[in-house]
């Protein structure tokens, strides 16, 4: 079984950043990991993938050159640096691990809980 935690969330004004760190534990193996965001009212979206090596990355075109995801595979973390912050950003964050199929459909074998990021105009 596998854990994980996301941290980092918060609130900001537009134009800021944050970083949000999702933390895995249990049975550490290095998958492709995901961040998605729902904001109230909205369906969960695809926001960025990593791959297990940390070699390939995707976005999607509404954070295309605002976020960036990355990860430290010794301490089973990754990471998502949000910049530039828009207040359409707010939303619940989650991560999760191991993607059945395209990574960017949202199914995968874990999920985090969450954290909350909301950017005030």
């Known amino acids: 079984q596998v854990q994980l935690v996301e941290s980092g969330g918060g609130l900001v004004q537009a134009g800021g950043s944050l970083r949000l760190s999702c933390a895995a534990s249990g049975r550490t193996v290095i998958y492709t990991m995901g961040w998605f965001r729902q904001a109230p009212g909205k369906e969960r979206e695809f926001v960025a993938v990593?791959?297990?090596?940390?070699?390939?990355?995707y976005y999607a075109d509404s954070v295309k050159g605002r976020f960036s995801i990355s990860r430290e595979n010794a301490k089973n973390t990754v990471y998502l640096q949000l910049n530039t912050l828009k207040p359409e950003d707010t939303a619940v964050y989650y991560c999760?691990?191991?993607?059945?199929?395209?990574?960017?459909?949202?199914?995968?074998?874990?999920w985090g809980q969450g954290t909350q990021v909301t950017v005030s105009s």
């Open positions: 999760a691990l191991a993607p059945r199929g395209d990574p960017r459909t949202g199914d995968y074998r874990y």
């Open positions: 990593i791959t297990g090596t940390g070699s390939t990355t």
